[in-house]
């Protein structure tokens, strides 16, 4: 195995998470450039690193329906959760249009994706601003 067959093996691993009890999982088309860390009440309790994608481009598998969802304020999104494990996945849209985005939980991949990926901190919770900039 070459050095780049290497690199692409431990790329493909860093793209592929799940669930604590491996019934949701997760494929990302990409590295992200970079996540975000919010203080929402929300995301506050939940404590994900979120990454974004276009609306369609993440793979989630949910094994025998795993997925559940909660939604709350403005009925716009949904987060969504494994019901076996309770770990949060990701949040949606409710109603998805064109262009749209959802986050995805980076902590349901391996360790190493975070420590090579900027986490930005929002302050989702007073002024929605980034903290950090």
């Known amino acids: 195995m070459s050095a780049?067959?290497?690199n692409d093996a431990d790329m493909d691993r860093?793209?592929?998470g799940s669930c604590h009890c491996g019934a949701?999982?997760?494929?990302?088309?990409?590295?992200?450039?970079?996540?975000?860390s919010c203080n929402?009440?929300?995301c506050h309790r939940l404590g994900g690193v979120w990454g974004y994608y276009g609306w369609g481009e993440v793979g989630i598998e949910d094994a025998g329906g795993a997925l559940t969802d909660y939604v709350w304020?403005?009925?716009s999104l949904r987060t969504m959760r494994c019901r076996h494990c309770g770990c949060v996945t990701h949040w949606e849209p409710i109603e998805p249009k064109a262009g749209e985005?959802?986050?995805v939980n980076l902590k349901m991949f391996p360790r190493e994706l975070l420590e090579r990926v900027?986490?930005?901190r929002?302050?989702?919770?007073?002024?929605?601003?980034f903290i950090d900039e």
């Open 101 to 103: 985005r959802h986050g």
């Open 122 to 129: 929002f302050d989702g919770a007073d002024n929605w601003t």
């Open 40 to 42: 929402c009440s929300l």
């Open 14 to 16: 860093l793209l592929h």
């Open 24 to 36: 949701v999982r997760l494929t990302l088309p990409a590295m992200p450039d970079k996540a975000t």
């Open 73 to 75: 304020g403005d009925r």
């Open 4 to 6: 780049n067959d290497a």
């Open 118 to 120: 900027r986490v930005r």
